[in-house]
């Protein structure tokens, strides 16, 4: 298997709900991130997962939660999110999630994510 | 500050005509550059990494520190190179984090 992959691919929720975004991957990565994208614009980093410990949080607020139960699996819990978080989410990862070690990100397809 | 600087919103080329994708940077150290793409509907897909001076679907792209660029270049043009290009740098320190510049939007007319 040499692909990331998410689900749900849609996900539609209203302000109150609680809601979570899965990705896995079984290419033996060690990093995970998670990263948001607006359309027509970048992707924006949120999280780094190394070796299952949160290494980065770009100052995301607190309703989105990652979690990384193991190794092959990262997960975003979202609750009480906003109008304007409505955007592609994005997971990817990569080897080791090292500098200067050509640690290349490969990414998921995404989930479309519209808050109501 | 690192940062990635692409200039072109849009670049609109006819089929077999050359295309080239501006991209720089701006970091103080030996920098790590990926060109990513993303075809419509699709996901976000690495094209070209500065170290492998590799070839793919006919781009390449050269590092040029003098210039602190890492432009992407296509002798012809092809309808299906029709996509969103972003060249990104790969932060310092062991994070990993990928610094992407705005994207340019290629549209490659028959």
């Known amino acids: 298997d040499t692909e990331v992959t998410q689900t749900p691919k849609h996900l539609v929720m209203g302000m109150t709900n609680k809601k979570s975004l899965k990705c896995e991957q079984h290419m033996g990565h060690r990093a995970m991130y998670w990263y948001k994208q607006k359309a027509k614009k970048p992707p924006e980093l949120m999280f780094v997962?190394?070796?299952?410990?949160?290494?980065i949080n770009e100052s995301v607020p607190s309703r989105f939660s990652p979690e990384c139960p193991n190794s092959s699996l990262l997960n975003l819990h979202l609750h009480a999110l906003q109008p304007e978080d409505s955007a592609l989410y994005l997971c990817?990862?990569?080897?080791?999630?090292?500098?200067?070690?050509?640690?290349?990100?490969?990414f998921g397809p995404g989930t479309r994510l519209t808050v109501l | 500050a690192q940062r990635v600087t692409q200039p072109e919103k849009l670049l609109s080329v006819f089929k077999g005509a050359p295309v080239e994708l501006k991209c720089n940077y701006s970091y103080s150290g030996s920098p790590e550059l990926f060109w990513y793409v993303q075809y419509s509907r699709q996901r976000l897909q690495l094209l070209l990494r500065?170290?492998s001076r590799e070839s793919i679907k006919g781009f390449t792209a050269d590092l040029n520190k003098g210039e602190t660029s890492f432009h992407l270049k296509k002798p012809f043009a092809q309808e299906e190179d029709s996509a969103m290009y972003y060249c990104?740098?790969?932060?310092?320190?062991?994070?990993?984090?990928?610094?992407f510049g705005q994207g340019t939007t290629l549209q490659v007319k028959p």
């Open positions: 997962y190394s070796y299952e410990k949160l290494s």
């Open positions: 990817a990862s990569s080897l080791r999630g090292l500098a200067g070690y050509q640690d290349t990100q490969y």
């Open positions: 990104a740098l790969r932060a310092p320190g062991n994070t990993g984090k990928l610094i």
């Open positions: 500065h170290i």
